[in-house]
């Protein structure tokens, strides 16, 4: 796959990543100024700037930028660790830009007028639900729209650092569901739009399930901040506030 290519799915998924870009080569090297490589942050690399032990040497720079977000140059004559290289590269580091993304589980009407703001404050929208009358471009005009059944959807997500998730379906049975499923992934944030008492249900058996208290407690019910929210655009107002 082409490194631009590349770079430009993980900011639009949301994948940390790191692009790495030969900006002087000087004498024999095994790559030439502009080789690029993209860098996930599992290891696994997109392009080549030279291979070996020097690409080895990169990506572990790699992850310590992708932990700071500072970028880094890295020039090989500095490196006594590296060795075998006639020539001398420098290589600039850097963290792309990751946009969080953010899954929100229904299509009702606190969705509807929940969607707008989340947008307006930096989130890559996924909206997820299987009533095509409801999930609709002129509804939710702009972002990701799914239209599959929520839990299956959530079973297939991979989760992530930058993850976001905000449950809040016509059913309290299938949000219970969809918690449990989202708890055992990687993720930032997840928060459900519920009563004190609906939520305390919830907990009682996902406990009984096996969910722990610690991964309970992490879970934003009810969502939003108490601003005395009552009607749908204030719901909205009070968690895009808390998110």
């Known amino acids: 796959m082409d490194v631009f290519l590349a770079a430009s799915e993980a900011i639009q998924v949301g994948r940390a990543s790191v692009l790495a870009t030969v ?19 599992d290891g696994q690399t997109v392009g080549s700037i030279g291979g070996g032990e020097l690409e080895q040497r990169v990506k572990a720079i790699a992850q310590t930028v992708l932990s700071t977000g500072d970028a880094q140059r890295y020039r090989t004559t500095d490196d006594l660790t590296l060795g075998g290289c006639a020539g001398d590269m420098e290589i600039y ?14 299509s009702g009407h606190v969705a509807h007028a929940t969607v707008p703001l989340l947008t307006q404050i930096g989130f890559g929208v996924h909206v997820i639900d299987d009533r095509a009358e409801l999930l609709t471009e002129a509804r939710f005009p702009g972002v990701n729209r ?3 059944d929520p839990i299956a959807f959530a079973a297939e997500l ?68 108490d601003i005395g929210a009552s009607n749908p655009s204030e719901i909205a107002v009070s968690i895009a506030a808390q998110l």
Not at 95 to 101: E, G, T, Y
Not at 206 to 219: A, C, F, K, N, P
């Open 23 to 41: 900006i002087g080569a000087y004498g024999s090297t095994p790559r030439k100024s502009g080789a690029r490589m993209l860098i996930y942050g």
């Open 93 to 106: 580091i850097e963290p792309l830009s990751v946009r969080p993304q953010l899954y929100l589980f229904g």
């Open 146 to 148: 799914h239209l599959q």
């Open 158 to 225: 991979a989760g992530g650092e930058n993850v976001y998730c905000v449950l809040m379906t016509h059913e309290h049975s299938r949000d219970g569901q969809l918690l449990e499923v989202l708890l055992g992934k990687p993720h930032r944030w997840i928060g459900m739009l519920s009563s004190s008492r609906k939520m305390a249900h919830i907990t009682t058996g996902l406990r009984d399930r096996g969910i722990s208290e610690e991964q309970l407690r992490s879970v934003h019910a009810p969502i939003g901040l």
